[in-house]
């Protein structure tokens, strides 16, 4: 086997933003210079090659990250094209798991917007290098000094602008390149793709020398020995001395460098993919991939970005396939493999064979024989992988950092229209389920309704426009309904005794817990404090279990039990009778009677709100949100725009966007995204509690 770039050269990057930056027209243009594709795709005719789904085509926006490979200059870039919307944050968690390094897309007239901060913030939690692109210079109110800014305030980056831009809005014709110190002139007339390099124009050399000179300040502050040079003489340090000086801070994260330009009138992305080249790692620039073994928590194990050492990938993204199936996308950390061999999934303890290696295009393909350290790819064949599953070689076992997802905080019930459509149904949300980890599904034991849950109202929107167009699924949807909790205030500690004496062998089970409210967002822990054997081993597993089944289908008023702590402390058994259903039962109706004595309460799921309106709806906005139990966290002004940060009950929220548009005239938008779970107030819950034990009557 043998690979055709060497990892060096190998680029693993996503583009990242807020909805309506620019992400995917980025991707299509540079899908084009590339000559990865021989046309460009609009996102706003529907036609952008990286959104292929139905569902993206009709909305115009991102809703599951593309994997696309391309080369420029001898480099092969593998390039994820990752959503914006908030209801698809998980689309953008996975990526930024499997990436080396992302371009940021800002756009000109926008700035930081509420979701393009929630992904640098998820981009810091994996430490992923950035590049920051600042797109959209031809539109009307463009500043790109404004937006460095703002990412500088309110993303506290240290940003090194590359590049200045000649003009703005319909006069910007262009870049002025920093390093080079020349002026990119592009020819609107070839799309962009012929452009001219000249002097920089009179009237721009004095702003060009200044933001040289403050690159060349912050690139030295990177390298001491540059930094000497740089104090005898700014005129001394080469080019190539301050590109690998910026590189290194870009790898460590010390440094963002930023470029402009405006990727719809095709300005602009030849010099980002030289950026990315320069700038951005390579697999061998990043630290070895840290795991442990599977057998051993404890026991560390460390895989470097080399071709020789064991096979290593994370599975990141499985995706339905109407033609081939269950694809797996994977990164591969270390190692190589071939198709056709067999695997081990570490995670599941599971042998699995590659039957097929796809190096993929958005939703096109093309077949490998082998895959390599460093590379990004999809499989056929693997049945019982999922998102973050580890994939290894039965002789070198590894258990890498799995990903985690957010808790989904919003349910429809789906109903089929026939007993035909049932078994389709059941496929379709399997195969759903089995895609995104932030999509669940469960049969409500009362109603015996299957129920979904997501991110939000978008989330589902499209879940069930994927069951009826993919999976042609003819289903009712019910109204859309919170994910409330249940926790407690106090402490408790319960005795219960469970006996049943039935003729011949009897049951016997003993507990003694304390039941105590845990930290909020920490979830559920249990304590086993039994001293002297009062209860025998073996039967512990079968009480927690019996307490998490207790938990999950709720106490106080049928919601799940969340941030609990309980500790085991006494018992007893019986030498004939005791069993593990017995202490499962007693541990069960202890929980039960326990929790209802520690004062419960009902949680509801918060949102953060960030509404962006012209100043002269403002006091309709904050007069509406305040009417739905919505918290004021504070006001920005941002040019001829407010910008109102709250936390609303998303109760509350229902409908919103119908609402927001109505106030504005059109012209506010708002994000959301789940923030933490909230006491719901005491009047709210007793209408609640009121409501789940009318609809329990009608079920019975």
């Given at each position: 086997?043998?690979?055709?770039?060497n990892?060096?050269?190998?680029?693993?990057?996503?583009?990242?933003?807020?909805?309506?930056?620019?992400?995917?027209?980025?991707?299509?243009?540079?899908?084009?210079?590339?000559?990865?594709?021989?046309?460009?795709?609009?996102?706003?005719?529907?036609?952008?090659?990286?959104?292929?789904?139905?569902?993206e085509?009709?909305?115009?926006?991102?809703?599951?990250?593309?994997?696309t490979?391309?080369?420029?200059?001898?480099?092969?870039?593998?390039?994820?094209?990752?959503?914006?919307?908030?209801?698809?944050?998980?689309?953008?968690?996975?990526?930024?798991?499997?990436?080396?390094?992302?371009?940021?897309?800002?756009?000109?007239?926008?700035?930081?917007?509420?979701?393009?901060?929630?992904?640098?913030?998820?981009?810091?939690?994996?430490?992923?290098?950035?590049?920051?692109?600042?797109?959209?210079?031809?539109r009307?109110?463009?500043?790109?000094?404004?937006?460095i800014?703002?990412?500088?305030?309110?993303?506290?980056?240290?940003?090194?602008?590359?590049?200045?831009?000649?003009?703005?809005?319909?006069?910007?014709?262009?870049?002025?390149?920093?390093?080079?110190?020349?002026?990119?002139?592009y020819d609107?007339?070839?799309?962009?793709?012929?452009?001219?390099?000249?002097?920089?124009?009179?009237?721009?050399?004095?702003?060009?020398?200044?933001?040289?000179?403050?690159?060349?300040?912050?690139?030295?502050?990177?390298?001491?020995?540059?930094?000497?040079?740089?104090?005898?003489s700014?005129?001394?340090?080469?080019?190539?001395?301050?590109?690998?000086?910026?590189?290194?801070?870009?790898?460590?994260?010390?440094?963002?460098?930023?470029?402009?330009?405006?990727?719809?009138?095709?300005?602009?992305?030849q010099?980002?993919?030289?950026?990315?080249?320069?700038?951005?790692?390579?697999?061998?620039?990043?630290?070895?991939?840290?795991?442990?073994?599977?057998?051993?928590?404890?026991?560390?194990?460390?895989?470097?970005?080399?071709?020789n050492?064991?096979?290593?990938?994370?599975?990141?993204?499985?995706?339905?396939?109407?033609?081939?199936?269950?694809?797996?996308?994977?990164?591969?950390?270390?190692?190589?493999?071939?198709?056709?061999?067999?695997?081990?999934?570490?995670?599941?303890?599971?042998?699995?064979?590659?039957?097929?290696?796809?190096?993929?295009?958005?939703?096109?393909?093309?077949?490998?024989?082998?895959?390599?350290?460093?590379?990004?790819?999809?499989?056929?064949?693997?049945?019982?992988?999922?998102?973050?599953?580890?994939?290894?070689?039965?002789?070198?076992?590894?258990?890498?950092?799995?990903?985690e997802?957010?808790?989904?905080?919003?349910?429809v019930?789906?109903?089929?229209?026939?007993?035909?459509?049932?078994?389709?149904?059941?496929?379709?949300?399997?195969?759903?389920?089995?895609?995104?980890?932030?999509?669940?599904?469960?049969?409500?034991?009362?109603?015996?309704?299957?129920?979904?849950?997501?991110?939000?109202?978008?989330?589902?929107?499209?879940?069930?426009?994927?069951?009826?167009?993919?999976?042609?699924?003819?289903?009712?949807?019910?109204?859309?309904?919170?994910?409330?909790?249940e926790?407690?205030?106090?402490?408790?500690?319960?005795?219960?005794?469970?006996?049943?004496?039935?003729?011949?062998?009897?049951?016997?089970?003993?507990?003694?817990?304390?039941?105590?409210?845990?930290?909020?967002?920490?979830?559920?822990?249990?304590?086993?404090?039994?001293?002297?054997?009062?209860?025998?081993?073996?039967?512990?597993?079968?009480?927690?279990?019996?307490?998490?089944?207790a938990?999950?289908?709720?106490?106080?008023?049928?919601?799940?039990?969340?941030?609990?702590?309980?500790?085991?402390?006494?018992?007893?058994?019986?030498?004939?009778?005791?069993?593990?259903?017995?202490?499962?039962?007693?541990?069960?109706?202890?929980?039960?009677?326990?929790?209802?004595?520690?004062?419960?309460?009902l949680?509801?799921?918060s949102?953060?709100?960030?509404?962006?309106?012209?100043?002269?709806?403002?006091?309709?906005?904050?007069?509406?949100?305040?009417?739905?139990?919505g918290?004021?966290?504070g006001?920005?002004?941002?040019?001829?725009?407010?910008?109102?940060?709250?936390?609303?009950?998303?109760?509350?929220?229902?409908?919103?966007?119908?609402?927001?548009?109505?106030?504005?005239?059109?012209?506010?938008?708002?994000?959301?995204?789940?923030?933490?779970?909230?006491?719901?107030?005491?009047?709210?819950?007793?209408?609640?509690?009121?409501?789940?034990?009318?609809?329990?009557?009608?079920?019975d």
């Open positions: 086997m043998a690979r055709k770039v990892l060096e050269k190998v680029r693993n990057i996503g583009i990242m933003a807020h909805i309506d930056a620019g992400k995917t027209t980025v991707t299509e243009r540079i899908l084009f210079y590339t000559g990865r594709s021989h046309k460009i795709g609009e996102v706003h005719e529907g036609k952008a090659q990286m959104d292929w789904m139905k569902q085509q009709e909305r115009g926006i991102t809703i599951t990250s593309a994997a490979t391309c080369y420029w200059d001898d480099h092969r870039i593998n390039i994820i094209d990752t959503p914006g919307h908030v209801d698809f944050t998980v689309e953008v968690e996975r990526s930024l798991r499997v990436l080396d390094g992302a371009v940021a897309v800002f756009c000109a007239v926008g700035g930081v917007e509420p979701q393009s901060e929630k992904v640098w913030h998820q981009s810091n939690k994996y430490e992923v290098p950035k590049l920051a692109f600042i797109n959209k210079m031809d009307v109110g463009a500043d790109f000094f404004g937006v800014q703002h990412i500088e305030k309110d993303l506290g980056a240290n940003v090194i602008p590359l590049q200045v831009p000649i003009g703005a809005e319909e006069n910007f014709l262009g870049i002025i390149d920093l390093m080079e110190m020349k002026a990119y002139i609107d007339e070839s799309l962009g793709k012929n452009y001219h390099i000249e002097d920089i124009p009179a009237d721009y050399l004095e702003l060009a020398k200044k933001h040289h000179h403050i690159m060349v300040e912050k690139a030295v502050e990177l390298d001491d020995s540059l930094m000497e040079k740089y104090l005898e700014e005129d001394k340090i080469a080019k190539e001395e301050l590109i690998r000086a910026i590189r290194q801070g870009t790898i460590q994260n010390k440094v963002v460098p930023a470029l402009c330009g405006s990727a719809f009138k095709n300005k602009g992305i010099r980002l993919l030289d950026a990315i080249n320069f700038y951005l790692p390579s697999p061998i620039d990043l630290p070895a991939v840290n795991g442990h073994d599977p057998d051993d928590i404890a026991q560390k194990i460390i895989r470097n970005p080399d071709d050492e064991p096979f290593t990938a994370l599975a990141f993204k499985v995706q339905s396939d109407p033609h081939m199936g269950k694809l797996v996308y994977f990164r591969v950390y270390s190692g190589s493999i071939k198709a056709g061999e067999f695997i081990h999934n570490a995670t599941k303890e599971r042998k699995e064979r590659i039957g097929r290696i796809l190096q993929m295009h958005a939703n096109e393909r093309e077949s490998r024989e082998d895959i390599f350290a460093g590379d990004i790819a999809a499989a056929i064949g693997l049945e019982h992988t999922v998102t973050g599953d580890t994939l290894c070689t039965e002789d070198n076992k590894i258990v890498l950092e799995a990903i997802f957010p808790a989904p905080v919003i349910a019930s789906v109903t089929p229209s026939s007993r035909d459509e049932q078994e389709k149904l059941a496929k379709g949300l399997h195969r759903l389920a089995e895609e995104d980890p932030t999509f669940t599904v469960h049969t409500d034991s009362e109603t015996e309704e299957t129920i979904i849950s997501g991110m939000g109202e978008l989330h589902l929107e499209v879940i069930v426009d994927r069951l009826k167009t993919e999976f042609k699924v003819d289903a009712q949807v019910g109204q859309p309904r919170v994910a409330y909790r926790t407690i205030t106090t402490s408790t500690t319960e005795n219960y005794k469970y006996a049943k004496q039935t003729g011949g062998r009897g049951q016997y089970g003993h507990v003694v817990i304390e039941i105590l409210p845990a930290v909020p967002g920490e979830g559920f822990e249990f304590i086993n404090a039994i001293k002297g054997g009062s209860i025998p081993r073996e039967y512990i597993p079968p009480i927690e279990k019996g307490i998490i089944e938990m999950r289908k709720g106490v106080y008023a049928g919601y799940s039990v969340v941030d609990v702590k309980v500790r085991l402390i006494d018992g007893s058994y019986h030498e004939v009778d005791s069993s593990e259903i017995a202490f499962k039962i007693a541990a069960s109706s202890a929980f039960k009677r326990a929790f209802m004595r520690s004062m419960p309460v949680l509801e799921p949102m953060s709100v960030e509404i962006t309106t012209p100043e002269q709806y403002v006091g309709d906005v904050v007069g509406n949100i305040c009417s739905r139990r918290k004021i966290l006001m920005e002004v941002k040019g001829p725009l407010q910008v109102v940060s709250t936390e609303v009950p998303l109760s509350e929220m229902f409908g919103y966007a119908t609402t927001l548009r109505s106030l504005s005239s059109g012209r506010a938008n708002y994000s959301m995204h789940f923030e933490k779970y909230v006491e719901v107030p005491y009047d709210i819950s007793e209408k609640i509690l009121e409501e789940r034990k009318e609809y329990r009557t009608k079920v």
